[in-house]
């Protein structure tokens, strides 16, 4: 454990970490992408409720999917920055904010987009999404908090409080729909129990949940590497690493 949390704690480790697993990561994401998309939105079974109109979980329940894991990812790199104080955890944190960000963004417009020919309505304030919405917040909140304090030790933090804090609400998105009265769906997708989803338009959605996956990894990694970059510009160990010496 101490192994683990003194390499992700070595900047010139951690650089060299995103170099080896970006460029193998990046083209799996590209094919996943492709292959899950065209397979769910051309091929998939039309459903004979609602139509063409439920393909657009394959966007919205990866993307619902893969903001609240990503949110966990962040607390567990707030929780590290508290607890053993490594400034990488810092980073981590900075990096994935505004990916989970966009991925909460995305699932609250397409679940809109999914909901006025479903609900007959744009936005309810249905349980699931009011807490979705909150979700969003948060994510927003962290990067203000970045971006509020000239003291990058303070902004971290109170980042990390506030991202702990937050994690609250990760159950209530999780059992909204079984605690109060919901429009929205319950889960489609069963670990313990057979699932309410038919294989052939279950295959595609665990494909694209895999793919979304693999895009937050590699655009969490990228903004790392980023930052740093940026954080350490003039180290020679970045320089060395950069003419390939």
């Known amino acids: 454990m101490w192994r683990i949390i003194h390499q992700f704690g070595s900047p010139p480790w951690v650089y060299r970490f995103c170099d080896k697993v970006i460029p193998w990561l990046m083209p799996i994401t590209i094919v996943a992408l492709l292959v899950g998309s065209v397979w769910g939105l051309l091929f998939a079974p039309t459903d004979y409720k609602q139509g063409d109109s439920y393909r657009i979980i394959y966007i919205h329940v990866p993307a619902a999917v893969v903001a609240l894991a990503g949110y966990y990812v962040m607390a567990l790199a707030g929780l590290v ?4 104080r490594v400034k990488l955890a810092d980073t981590a944190m ?6 989970g960000a966009a991925y909460t963004a995305i699932a609250l417009i397409t679940g809109a987009i999914w909901g006025k020919p479903t609900w007959g309505a744009w936005w309810v304030w249905d349980a699931r999404i009011t807490s979705m919405l909150i979700l969003f917040f948060l994510y927003v909140g962290v990067i203000a908090l970045f971006e509020a304090y000239e003291n990058k030790s303070a902004a971290a933090r109170a980042c990390a409080v506030l991202t702990l804090v937050g994690t609250v609400n990760i159950p209530i ?55 740093l970059a940026w954080n350490h510009r003039d180290a020679s160990w970045l320089k060395q690493l950069v003419q390939g010496t």
């Open 81 to 84: 920055s508290l607890v053993w």
């Open 94 to 99: 900075r990096a994935a904010a505004p990916i």
């Open 173 to 227: 998105i999780y059992k909204s729909v079984d605690w109060w009265y919901s429009l929205h769906q319950p889960a489609s997708i069963k670990f313990t129990g057979e699932s309410a989803i038919d294989p052939s338009m279950l295959y595609p959605l665990l494909l694209m949940i895999g793919a979304f996956y693999c895009l937050f990894a590699v655009t969490v990694l990228l903004n790392m590497r980023a930052e």
